[in-house]
């Protein structure tokens, strides 16, 4: 029986971090017939996933943390209904640090869910105030050792790097704590100024300065050093593991399995093509209940699947197939071959067993190397 993973989108937020870009609104006024066009969305979509085993579940948002036990479990009960969840399936749910309350984590104990990440970003109060996060460090803290007192050790945090005013030393303190808490993975993501944010508009208009190359690459050098010195696998990019603690969840995107994504905003691949949900709560609840389309099919070309395969690979630390490579992509083969042996003699990706990954030193340039290797 195949793998399938199930996302599922969960689009509201107490506040507007300053630099997110992803789809969520702060009117909650929709919440509950937005829950129930997902519950409509995950029943209609059963047969997708006919004969396949779920192996894992991620709710992502937004904040999942804003549902409540009684409309967690509908959703769960809706799954259970219709699908098959695989023996050891994990199921992940981001939460923000500010709903780590023990009234809450003990009805979360009682649910399928068995992974926990949880959105610090920072344990310095300046950071967080800059980012506009709803929490500051005290919160970042206990909402840690509470999750810990309820016996998750499938915990994961995010912390974001090259922040304003940060140095090596402010992005140590925050690397340190995974110590202290004795955690088995985390994400570590470089700031970066999207569109159509107050972050951009900061810069923008010259009241925000963003962080130098010199100072990112100084961070995201000690974070590959802190690392491997404190025992996590650099298994992708931008996510660290201590052994047995992989993500399931996004190895298995990066592996291209096939995923379904539930909720406004939410996108789905079926190995072949990829699906996005529309973006806009009201539009998807209304189109949702009526039977209406919400949703754009984009049918994936062999170049769109070529750059594809290259970007998710790249990204990972066993790196790209290059039999896997030539098999797939055949035509294309000859040109990113020539791409990579000049990286080679660069230093910035190594060839092993007829695999090819990106060194420290590649790992500072990726987006540069991906897009060089692209088919356009
Ligand atoms: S970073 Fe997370 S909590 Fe903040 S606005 Fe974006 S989705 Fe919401």
Redesign the pocket.
């Known amino acids: 029986m195949k793998d399938i993973g199930i996302y599922i989108h969960i689009p509201y937020?107490?506040?507007?971090?300053s630099?997110?870009?992803?789809h969520?609104s702060t009117n909650f006024s929709t919440k509950d017939d937005l829950i129930s066009s997902i519950l409509l969305e995950i029943q209609a979509r059963k047969h997708e996933a006919q004969d396949m085993r779920v192996s894992s579940i991620y709710f992502g948002?937004?904040?999942p943390s804003v549902l409540n036990s009684i409309e967690l479990n509908r959703i769960f009960d809706m799954l259970l209904q219709h699908y098959q969840l695989g023996e050891g399936i994990e199921i992940s749910f981001?939460m923000?640090p500010d709903d780590v309350v023990s009234s809450y984590v003990k009805e979360l104990v009682r649910t399928p869910i068995n992974r926990i990440s949880l959105?610090v970003?920072s344990f310095h109060d300046s950071e967080l105030q800059f980012?506009?996060?709803?929490h500051d460090a005290n919160v970042s803290n206990e909402s840690i050792r509470l999750l810990q007192d309820f016996g998750y050790r499938n915990l994961t945090i995010d912390l974001i790097y090259g922040v304003p005013q940060s140095s090596t030393e402010t992005w140590a303190a925050n690397l340190n704590k995974l110590l202290e808490y004795n955690l088995n993975h985390f994400s570590a993501y470089l700031l970066t100024v999207e569109d159509r944010t107050k972050l951009s508009f900061d810069v923008k208009n010259s009241s925000v300065k963003m962080v130098t190359d010199e100072i990112a690459i100084e961070q995201m050098n000690y974070l590959l050093d802190f690392a491997e010195a404190s025992g996590f696998e650099a298994y992708e990019i931008s996510n660290f593991a201590k052994e047995g603690y992989r993500a399931i969840h996004n190895s298995n995107y990066w592996k291209g399995i096939p995923y379904l994504g539930f909720g406004p905003s939410a996108h789905s691949y079926d190995g072949v093509n990829r699906r996005a949900n529309i973006s806009h709560n009201l539009d998807y609840i209304k189109a949702v209940s009526t039977g209406l389309d919400y949703f754009d099919i984009e049918i994936l070309s062999n170049k769109n699947r070529c750059n594809e395969f290259l970007m998710l690979n790249l990204r990972k630390i066993e790196g790209i197939d290059l039999a896997l490579l030539e098999e797939n992509f055949t035509a294309y083969f000859p040109r990113i071959y020539k791409i990579f042996q000049q990286y080679l003699v660069s230093g910035d990706v190594i060839e092993k067993i007829n695999f090819i990954s990106l060194t420290k030193k590649g790992r500072m340039i990726s987006d540069k190397i991906i897009s060089d290797l692209f088919e356009v």
Do not use: A, D, P
């Not at 937020?13 to 971090?17: D, E, H, I, T």
């Open positions: 937020c107490k506040r507007k971090c630099y997110c870009n992803f969520f948002g937004g904040t981001e923000n959105g970003q980012m506009n996060r709803v």
